[in-house]
């Protein structure tokens, strides 16, 4: 056993040995500290088998150098004999390095220089690259700063964009390059400022100057609607031969004024046509919208613009305080909104994106709004017709010029027919001045024609005709006053003037017809008519004057159908249609004429009490004075005289007057009689008034109005008539025997009156005893006067019941 273990440790050792011979020095120690790990005492022994190896290596050296020793000793010696002839050598070879020294040292020098050309050229030829390479960015940047110089932003920026992206990369290791790359941004941001300075006078500018583009662009639309209706004129001039105006366009009113004032002169008219984009220069925006889209901030400068130009559109709607006051006003007005749109609208289509549909029809409804509203409140205060004409004028042709440019203008038209309301409204206001200075100048007497041009001339201005007039001899008399023709020929003015508004409103023949027809109604329904009411109740107008009035009213009347003509001739509209508006002319005149008649009525009536109260009875009287009152006939005279005038009034409106004022005058003597303030009456007062009544009766049977029948105008006081022939006769016993029937002789006694005037005549006083007389008898007939009163009593007492 001891001995297999120390065969092993051999073996063990005799491994380590080789390996350590075998490896690198830098491994031994972990093949030693095997050693050491090993059983005890194994590394004397390993030590023991070193010293061993050690020997045998030793002696195996030794052999080798013994082997070899002869040969070093001829090496050496042969060495030795080599070493004189290698200082030889070594000396020749000195000799000739120093030679070929001095030789090539001039050799050195130029190939020094040389290099050094060498290393000149090669620097000169990288400084060549690099300068080929830094001067385009320097030319770049030089073409830069005269871009910035000469304004030209954009070209600019390009410039810039091309530095940074191309020419700056390549030398972007130097620092002029670095410092170039940081002033870019600087320069960008300059130039956005620049650029919003340049748009913001150009904003400042473009609000000036709308006035102008607006006026250009109005003018260059009138001048296309006047060539529109000159064309329009030319093909109906065959349809109307004479026309007093056009339907569409400008026409010749009938005193030769042009119908439309906002045409330009004929110098203007020959002008170049300008454009907005002559008119205004444009180049601010398109340089500042690319150079924002270049910098990538394109949407800031949209939401700038937009709202700035908001704001302008608000400023510009807002109208001058007085605009109202002038034309001027109003055209300036239309002017700014037009000259901006027209800008916006060349905007729209000049730029992409810029301004949108959107955004310019935002803008039109938000301004079209506000237009409408301040029309409608400015008009309001116009109440002048021919401003207000002027202002439809203008406002068409600022429909046409915005329609022109694809805005919807029908809410301008709608306004339109407001305007036209308000426009006929101070037309009527004006004719009720003109209607009332001629009713004011006008005479109220028949026209006197003294020659035939003179009939003429009337005829001419007023449809007059009568064949009996006709065949009298000059001079004559045509039946109406001077007024009938001023009159009827300030309704064709009227009619003239309200068609001015109807023109160029896009409208049909019959809707202009239709409106023509209806003002022309208010005319005559309203100012005419109420003129007519106020100058019959006007206190001077007298019955003459009212006579005259109703004959001027009768040929007003009849002359209506010819104004119908009138304006179906204008308009070419059939009175036939079946929607076509009817003159009211006839129930106008109709009731100025019942009016007038009523106020004759009245006026005869005031008359005959201003006669009556001129009555001067003496009613405790013994007799009377054997003749009529002078009040009286002063009166029966006047009624004869005016029933006169009445011969020219139809004959029931005569009729009817004189009835009238016999009625009134015999209420009015039968209201004297039974006056409470009266207390006492005598026979000879009752003679008396007896003899005025036969007076008005013999007045009324003379016929003073012809085509009454038999006694009809008597009747009138057949009351007065009966009551008088019962005291006269008294006729008490037939009086109270028939009372009540129908074949009574006093059946138009009221009891109560015969009550009242018996009172009167009962209390006598002895210096005016209507019985003085019958004074031996005074007892019997003053019961008989009681017992008759006291039988009146009953009977009024029985009607009362």
């Not at 050491?36 to 023991?48: G, L, S, V, W």
């Not at 919807?408 to 036209?420: G, H, T």
């Not at 007057?657 to 007062?685: F, P, R, V, W």
Request: charged share 25%; with cysteine; proline share 3%.
């Amino acid at each position: 056993m001891a001995e297999n273990e120390t065969l092993e440790c051999v073996t063990e050792h005799e491994r380590i040995l080789q390996e350590i011979e075998s490896t690198d020095t830098a491994c031994v120690g972990p093949t030693l500290r095997s050693i050491y790990d090993d059983q005890p005492n194994a590394h004397k022994r390993f030590m023991e088998k070193l010293d061993a190896r050690i020997r045998n290596h030793d002696r195996e050296i030794e052999k080798m150098c013994n082997f070899h020793h002869q040969g070093f000793v001829d090496a050496i010696t042969e060495l030795l004999k080599v070493r004189t002839d290698a200082e030889k050598l070594m000396g020749q070879v000195t000799d000739t390095n120093r030679r070929l020294q001095e030789a090539g040292r001039e050799v050195t020098a130029q190939t020094e220089e040389v290099i050094c050309c060498r290393i000149q050229q090669r620097n000169m030829a990288t400084t060549v690259e690099k300068l080929q390479l830094c001067i385009p960015v320097l030319e770049m940047y030089s073409k830069l700063k005269e871009q910035l110089e000469s304004k030209r932003y954009y070209a600019a920026l390009k410039t810039m964009e091309q530095l940074e992206n191309i020419f700056i990369p390549r030398v972007s290791q130097y620092r002029f390059c670095q410092i170039m790359a940081e002033n870019l941004p600087r320069l960008r941001e300059e130039i956005k400022e620049i650029s919003m300075s340049d748009l913001k006078d150009f904003l400042e500018s473009i609000r000036k100057h709308s006035d102008k583009v607006g006026e250009t662009a109005m003018r260059q639309a009138q001048q296309h609607r006047t060539f529109n209706s000159a064309v329009a004129k030319q093909a109906s001039m065959g349809h109307y031969t004479k026309p007093v105006y056009s339907l569409n366009g400008r026409t010749h009113t009938h005193n030769g004024l042009m119908m439309d004032d906002y045409t330009g002169d004929e110098d203007d008219s020959d002008e170049e046509l300008l454009t907005a984009q002559d008119l205004v220069d444009f180049s601010p925006v398109y340089r500042c919208l690319h150079i924002y889209t270049v910098l990538g901030d394109r949407e800031t400068f949209e939401n700038y613009y937009r709202k700035q130009r908001k704001k302008q559109a608000r400023l510009v709607l807002q109208p001058q305080a007085n605009m109202h006051e002038t034309v001027e006003g109003y055209r300036r007005y239309f002017n700014q909104i037009v000259g901006f749109f027209v800008v916006e609208d060349h905007i729209l289509h000049a730029t992409r994106g810029l301004v949108t549909r959107a955004f310019t029809d935002e803008l039109w409804n938000m301004a079209l709004s506000k237009i409408i509203a301040v029309l409608r409140t400015h008009s309001s205060y116009c109440d002048d017709p021919d401003l207000v004409l002027e202002l439809k004028n203008l406002i068409v042709i600022f429909a046409d010029t915005l329609q022109d440019y694809g805005f919807p203008v029908n809410r301008l038209f709608d306004l339109l027919f407001e305007v036209r309301d308000q426009y006929n409204e101070t037309l009527l206001k004006k004719w009720v001045l003109v209607f009332r200075e001629i009713f004011e100048l006008d005479n109220y007497s028949p026209i006197p024609v003294e020659t035939e041009d003179e009939y003429k001339l009337v005829v001419s201005r007023f449809p007059f005709h009568d064949a009996e007039i006709e065949k009298q001899d000059f001079p004559k008399k045509l039946p109406m006053s001077q007024s009938v023709p001023q009159i009827y020929t300030q309704v064709k003015e009227f009619i003239y003037a309200s068609l001015k508004f109807s023109e160029s409103l896009h409208r049909s023949s019959t809707e202009i017809d239709d409106m023509l027809r209806k003002s022309t109604n208010l005319l005559l329904t309203r100012t005419l008519s109420s003129c007519l009411q106020n100058l019959i109740k006007k206190p001077h107008i007298g019955l003459t004057e009212l006579v005259q009035i109703i004959i001027n009213t009768t040929h007003l009347e009849q002359a209506c159908r010819y104004l119908e003509e009138f304006i179906t001739n204008i308009t070419n509209v059939s009175p036939e249609t079946v929607h076509t508006t009817r003159l009211y002319g006839l129930s106008t005149f109709k009731d100025a004429r019942h009016a007038a008649e009523g106020e004759i009525y009245t006026k005869l009536n005031q008359k005959i009490d201003e006669f009556i109260q001129l009555a001067d009875y003496e009613w405790g009287m013994a007799e009377s004075d054997g003749r009529a009152s002078g009040y009286l006939m002063d009166l029966i005279n006047f009624l004869r005289s005016t029933f006169q005038v009445f011969t020219h009034l139809p004959g029931k409106v005569a009729q009817t007057a004189c009835m009238s004022a016999c009625k009134h005058l015999s209420t009015s003597l039968m209201q004297m009689l039974l006056d409470t303030e009266l207390k006492q009456i005598s026979m000879g007062a009752i003679q008396q008034f007896n003899l005025d009544v036969i007076q008005c009766e013999l007045f009324a049977s003379s016929e003073p109005v012809p085509g009454f029948q038999g006694d009809t105008l008597q009747l009138a006081f057949i009351d007065l008539r009966q009551l008088l022939d019962l005291f006269m006769v008294w006729d008490w016993s037939t009086y109270l025997a028939d009372y009540g029937q129908p074949t009574c002789k006093y059946l138009r006694v009221n009891p109560a009156t015969a009550l009242a005037l018996l009172e009167k005549m009962k209390d006598t006083s002895k210096k005016n005893n209507i019985f003085s007389q019958f004074r031996k008898n005074d007892r019997d007939k003053q019961k008989l006067i009681e017992t008759v009163v006291k039988q009146l009593r009953s009977l009024v007492n029985g009607m009362s019941s």
